[in-house]
């Protein structure tokens, strides 16, 4: 039986959001913060850290900050939903769903973090690893948990020459931002419709 385009999204979305909760919920229940698991050499490794604002750890105002933030995705998914579900029954093409789906995975996946992991963990530490469901309780409130981060890619880790102009001598990292699935998502989805799918958008206007 030939799927919908929308039955097809809905898979895409769901399975993407599975694998990022699965990986993170992984994370959390077995390493510590700031351990890291080489994956190829040190270019690549699994580095847990945990952040209480954007994507790729970026902050944002405190706890009130936290809580703006967080409405804030929870009514942009809604916007991103009804337009996805717009450009569905009128037959965008495929390239453009499959885009702004991306779009949305990465939405639900973080906000899932920040309304439900602080209810459902107790703290990670540089020490002790989180427990799921711990007798005690959560360590913080809905729409107050931290978001887990764990991809990180040092492509140039190194000391640079003292001869280098400023910073001679000093440690350099090239590409420091970590970040998890759910950020790769909107990344691909929103770098993907700029280049290739620019013209659908300025056709819609």
Known sequence: MKLSAGKKITILVFA??????????WIKTNMTIGESI???????????????????????????????LSLFRIVLIGFIIYYLRKIIKSNAPAGVL????????????NVI?????????NESTFTQTAQLFPPGGGYSSFLHGKVVDMLYFPLI????????????GEHFVFFRPIFNIADSCITIGVTYLLIFKRGYFATER
């Open 16 to 25: 993407l959001l599975v694998i990022d909760q699965i990986v993170k919920i």
């Open 38 to 68: 080489p994956v190829f050499g040190n270019w690549f490794q699994i580095y847990f850290i945990e952040n209480n604002g954007m994507a790729f750890g970026m902050q944002f105002g405190g706890e009130f900050g936290k809580l703006a």
């Open 98 to 109: 499959y885009g702004v789906a991306l779009i949305l995975v990465g939405a639900v996946g």
């Open 113 to 121: 973090d920040s309304m439900f992991y602080g209810l459902i963990f």
């Open 157 to 168: 880790d190194t000391t640079l020459p003292q001869w280098v102009p400023f910073w001679g």
